[in-house]
């Protein structure tokens, strides 16, 4: 079934996540007379029983959070109801109890109106969503509630801010409990042919060091298995001095560690200075952030869960595969254009081009395309997901702007986006990519699906002008490996300078400088007076 297990690593992640489970939910048909939905449910969902005998289907997810962090989520509830009380406490003890509870979190005007079946429930707002439990329209299994007392959300005295308390947190409970046999062991072993994992994290505070250490985990447990890692930083445009450089020194921290582990990184930033007219948030707000951000992450991976009847389907391990061109590109970078399907064009040139090249496929879900003749694939989507805050390295604008080579990009396009042609085997497809790649030339890969996204009740109304007020949008979403991210990581080590250990500052600078290399490597931007050196 190709299932993928999915690991929500810190509060920030969990927002990113609850949209992410609450459009895989509104992909589901309970009426027989409905169409069945292109998405393969297995992928992310397992079956199970409830404690009444009834059919469940819920989320194939890990879900960590700091103590407060889960609002009026319980563990045990909707679904599944708690199955030992009081009683059971007190078999086990002949003395006094005093008990003591904490006062419940009452959950959000949206969450009731869900409880209660009311046909239209009050649609959440800024005000009303104070977790991301307040908008979740799923149930979880009991299993995938994870708390972690040592640390509160929000908490003054012990923030979880610095990497190393993420890594000596992980080090603590995997001592404690064995974290990869108490956690992720019943779940894998549940599946039947595992994609991978993928794992939502925030890569600027305490969580990037547990996820890094998590990372390590998993690939000495599954080394086969695609681990694909959406690593969530804030913008840091207008934080104060120490804790812009606490967080860039923590970003640099998780790359060279979690990147030796993972299948593929991709960075995630909301840059409200740099949105396109259509989109309108509050950057306060991680309701709205991590809104749009679910946007690209949900497109972006769609062809991973699409049923196999549904034409080829591009998994996790087919992605990597094309953006990884040298063996060493494990950073690829995310953008996406939204569009008014009624009214679709094409925003990329060498899009519009291939549309009518013979080569392109037409088949109603999902193809795979591979230019040969057409040159450098133009990176010009409307909103571009990467924090290039640090990371021009001192370069001209007009040197930043020429260090667009790419190596490879994938492409997924939901909506009426234009395709004509026949569907290429694998043989062929092969074939192409291996000439290209000899070539010094970029790979470029699309999947096409009709699927588009689903604008639900739960989701902010970040768009305007004419995206507002639709049902559902196209939109096309691009990861790409280019010489961009080289300047990024050159900008991490600028600031890991700050590091006060000088053996840990060479090491982590070091790391940065074996990947950064990667994305220079048999590509010349060009010489003359503004050259890259």
Not at 160 to 171: P, S, V
Not at 331 to 345: F, G, R, V, W, Y
Not at 366 to 374: G, I, M, Q, S, T
């Amino acid at each position: 079934m190709h299932e993928i297990l999915t690991l929500q690593l810190g509060h920030r992640a969990n927002y990113l996540a609850s949209h992410f489970w609450n459009v895989q939910e509104s992909y589901f048909t309970y009426d027989t007379n409905q169409q069945v939905s292109p998405v393969d449910h297995d992928v992310h969902f397992r079956a199970g029983v409830g404690p009444s005998g009834e059919d469940t289907f819920t989320p194939r997810t890990l879900i960590y959070d700091l103590k407060g962090g889960f609002g009026a989520l319980r563990k045990w509830g909707g679904l599944y109801e708690q199955n030992y009380g009081t009683n059971d406490v007190m078999s086990l003890w002949s003395g006094n109890v005093v008990e003591q509870r904490e006062a419940a979190i009452p959950p959000s005007e949206y969450q009731k109106d869900l409880d209660s079946g009311v046909p239209i429930p009050r649609k959440p707002n800024k005000e009303t969503v104070r977790f991301w439990s307040d908008f979740a329209r799923t149930f979880y299994h009991p299993r995938s509630i994870l708390q972690i007392n040592d640390y509160e959300l929000g908490s003054t005295i012990m923030p979880f801010e610095r990497w190393e308390c993420g890594e000596d947190l992980y080090d603590k409970l995997d001592k404690e409990h064995d974290i990869l046999d108490r956690d992720i062991r019943v779940w894998a072993e549940e599946c039947d042919q595992m994609q991978g994992f993928q794992i939502f994290t925030s890569a600027d505070d305490a969580w990037g060091g547990f996820s890094s250490k998590y990372a390590e985990n998993l690939r000495d447990e599954y080394g086969k298995a695609s681990i694909w890692t959406w690593g969530l930083e804030e913008e840091t445009g207008q934080v104060e001095k120490a804790k812009k450089v606490l967080r860039t020194v923590n970003v640099a921290k998780t790359l060279q560690d979690v990147l030796w582990q993972t299948s593929m990184y991709v960075p995630l930033t909301v840059s409200s200075r740099h949105l396109p007219p259509y989109v309108e948030l509050d950057e306060h707000s991680q309701w709205h952030l991590s809104g749009l951000l679910s946007l690209a992450v949900e497109s972006m991976t769609l062809p991973s869960r699409l049923r196999h009847q549904s034409a080829q389907r591009g998994n996790l391990g087919d992605i990597e595969a094309v953006l990884n061109v040298n063996g060493n590109q494990r950073i690829a970078n995310l953008q996406c254009t939204l569009d008014d399907d009624s009214s679709l064009q094409e925003v990329d040139g060498a899009v519009s081009a291939a549309a009518n090249d013979s080569r392109v496929s037409n088949s109603d879900t999902n193809d795979l395309v591979l230019e040969d003749e057409l040159g450098e694939p133009h990176l010009g989507l409307d909103i571009d997901f990467t924090n290039t805050g640090s990371g021009k390295s001192g370069l001209s604008v007009r040197q930043w702007e020429r260090k667009k080579h790419v190596f490879a990009s994938v492409h997924s396009l939901r909506g009426s986006y234009r395709h004509d042609g026949d569907a290429m085997d694998e043989d062929e497809a092969a074939f192409l990519r291996k000439r290209r790649r000899l070539a010094s030339l970029p790979v470029v890969e699309r999947h096409y699906s009709h699927l588009k996204f689903p604008i639900l009740d739960s989701f902010p109304n970040i768009l305007s002008d004419q995206l507002s007020g639709l049902d559902t949008i196209a939109v096309h979403t691009s990861l790409s490996t280019n010489c961009q991210i080289s300047g990024r990581i050159k900008g991490l080590q600028s600031v890991v300078g700050r590091i006060g250990d000088m053996a840990e500052r060479e090491a982590v600078s070091n790391r940065l400088g074996e990947i950064a290399e990667a994305y220079q490597e048999g590509w010349d931007s060009g010489s003359g007076d503004d050259s890259d050196e």
